[in-house]
C-alpha cells in the first residue's frame, strides 16, 4: 500500500503535557486557519493517491472503525415481497421508494416536524434517522444532518440530472430515500435531504413499543 517502509520511533512514555487552550479544538475554533493548513500539509492529496477512488467512496474515520468494533451487530431487517411493497404503500410512496422518485418540496408529512422521535423505513421500518439530528434547511424536505446509523444507509453516484448527485438508499429495503449534498451545518456539514414518503415517524413515546428502545438515550440529552 505504501511507497516506502515505515519507521516509527519508540521512546518512554513520561509525563502527558496539555496543550495550550488555543490549540484545543483548533479544527472548530479556527476552522478557517485549519482548513488552510491541511491542505497545505498535504495530507489529504497523500491519502487520496494512496487510497484513490475508495477513500471518497468508502469513508471511514478511526472513530467510525472503533464504534463499528465495538457496537453490536446491526438488525437484520427483511424487504417484502414486490407485490406485498405495492400492496403496502400509497401511489406517491411506491414512486418515491420504488421508482426513485420525488416527493414535492413544502407538501409532504415531515417537512416540518418537530416532535421527538425516528424515521424509520417505510417499507422494512429500519431505524435511518433521528429528530435530534433533523433541522430546518429552507428545502421544504425533512433534512437531517447524519443518520442514526450508518450500518442502515447506502450512498450510490445518481446522474440522473447529468450532474452527479450522491443517492441515499436503505440498505435493506433497497428503498430510494433522497440525496446528500454537502452544504449542511455543523458538525458534518452535510444534509441529507429526504422523502417523507419513504419515511415512517416513530414518535419517541413509542419507541419501546414498536421495538426501538435501543434509540431512547438520543433523548436523554
Not at 477513500?55 to 414486490?82: H, S, W
Not at 406485498?84 to 421508494?97: G, H, M, N, R, S
Not at 417537512?111 to 435530534?132: A, Q, R
Not at 430510494?176 to 414518535?203: E, I, Q, W
Request: glycine letters at 6%.
Amino acid at each position: 500500500m505504501y511507497k516506502k517502509p515505515l519507521a516509527t520511533e519508540l521512546i518512554e512514555y513520561t509525563t502527558f503535557w496539555p496543550a495550550e487552550d488555543y490549540h484545543q479544538d483548533y479544527y472548530k475554533n479556527s476552522s478557517l486557519k485549519y482548513k488552510y493548513y491541511r491542505y497545505n500539509s498535504g495530507r489529504d492529496q497523500y491519502l487520496d493517491d494512496i487510497f484513490g477512488d475508495d477513500r471518497k467512496d468508502n469513508p471511514v474515520t478511526l472513530r467510525e472503525m472503533i464504534d463499528r468494533a465495538t457496537q453490536p451487530a446491526a438488525k437484520v431487517y427483511v424487504r417484502p415481497a414486490d407485490k406485498d411493497i405495492k400492496e403496502a404503500l400509497t401511489p406517491l410512496q411506491f414512486y418515491v421508494t420504488q421508482e426513485d422518485g420525488t416527493e414535492r418540496p413544502f407538501d409532504n408529512t415531515y417537512w416540518d416536524n418537530k416532535e421527538d422521535g425516528i424515521y424509520v423505513d417505510v417499507v422494512t421500518g429500519e431505524p435511518l434517522f433521528s429528530s435530534t439530528d433533523k433541522y430546518k434547511s429552507g428545502t421544504g424536505w425533512p433534512s437531517f444532518t447524519k443518520p442514526i446509523d450508518n450500518r442502515y444507509i447506502v450512498t450510490k453516484t445518481d446522474y440522473k440530472l447529468l450532474y452527479p448527485r450522491t443517492e441515499v438508499r436503505s440498505k435493506y429495503g433497497d428503498s430510494h430515500l433522497g440525496h446528500v449534498f454537502k452544504d449542511g451545518p455543523a458538525p458534518t456539514g452535510l444534509r441529507y435531504c429526504m422523502n417523507s414518503a419513504a419515511l415512517r415517524f416513530v414518535p419517541k413515546k413509542l419507541l419501546a413499543q414498536q421495538g426501538y428502545e435501543e434509540f431512547l438515550p438520543l433523548f436523554d440529552k
